[in-house]
């Protein structure tokens, strides 16, 4: 009977690893895939309530619904902001322009502290102390909405409370295949003739 559970215990095991090493590899080429998906490029910025303010490049950026406006987000739970900004009672999202992968590699700096981060930058501090950016394409304040565990990071939800349109002009900053890009010029979809079935 022990013999038995003993198989039965590695058996399981092996089909743990197998799920395991299955997960690895979807990760891995989910990560290829979303490389191959151009994303908009965004610095989240928030402060303590005390003076400490932080910030942070992120690629997750989207929608989350209009009624109520909600904005959502991803942040890695090894992220050293991930405390800070999921406590964060608000926050401000910035649409970053073509002219401004600086701001982003400045701000996706992992560890670097919040008076380097933003020593140089313009910026100003709205009423709740949270640090907004200058000359960037949009600005979205926000106050934390939920934040939802999702394995390896949390979803932030935002509830947009205002919304700055600075640079309506300018086009976003894109991120894709590990590279910064422009938005290229505009696609025409081609004429579409349906094929009309053969009636015998």
Same mark, same amino acid.
Request: proline content about 6%; aromatic content about 6%.
């Given at each position: 009977m022990t013999d038995r559970v003993d198989q039965?215990? $590695?058996?399981?095991?092996? *089909?743990? $690893?197998?799920? =395991?090493?299955?997960?690895?590899?979807?990760?891995?080429?989910?990560?290829?895939?979303? @490389?191959?998906?151009?994303?908009?490029?965004? *610095?989240? =910025?928030?402060?303590d309530g005390k003076g400490e303010i932080r910030g942070i490049t992120i690629g997750s950026f989207t929608s989350a619904s209009l009624r109520p406006p909600l904005l959502s987000f991803n942040i890695s739970r090894d992220a050293g902001i991930y405390d800070f900004l999921t406590r964060a009672d608000h926050f401000a999202l910035h649409v970053l322009h073509e002219g401004q992968a600086h701001l982003s590699d400045r701000f996706a700096t992992p560890d670097m502290p919040g008076d380097e981060q933003f020593h140089a930058v313009d910026y100003e501090?709205?009423?709740?102390?949270?640090? *907004?950016?200058?000359?960037?394409? &949009?600005?979205?304040?926000? =106050?934390?909405? %939920?934040?939802?565990? %999702?394995?390896?990071?949390?979803?932030?939800?935002?509830?947009? &409370?205002?919304?700055?349109? &600075?640079? =309506?002009?300018?086009?976003?900053?894109?991120?894709?295949? @590990?590279?910064?890009? $422009?938005?290229?010029?505009?696609?025409?979809?081609?004429?579409?003739?349906?094929?009309?079935?053969v009636r015998y």
């Open positions: 039965g215990d $590695r058996a399981d095991q092996g *089909v743990k $690893r197998d799920i =395991t090493g299955a997960q690895d590899e979807n990760g891995e080429a989910l990560r290829w895939i979303m @490389r191959q998906v151009p994303s908009p490029v965004s *610095v989240v =910025t928030a402060s501090v709205d009423a709740h102390g949270t640090p *907004v950016l200058a000359g960037v394409m &949009t600005v979205l304040l926000c =106050t934390r909405h %939920a934040v939802y565990d %999702a394995g390896d990071h949390s979803i932030v939800l935002g509830l947009v &409370t205002d919304i700055r349109k &600075t640079d =309506t002009d300018s086009r976003p900053l894109v991120y894709f295949d @590990r590279s910064y890009r $422009r938005v290229g010029k505009e696609t025409q979809p081609a004429s579409f003739d349906p094929i009309r079935p």
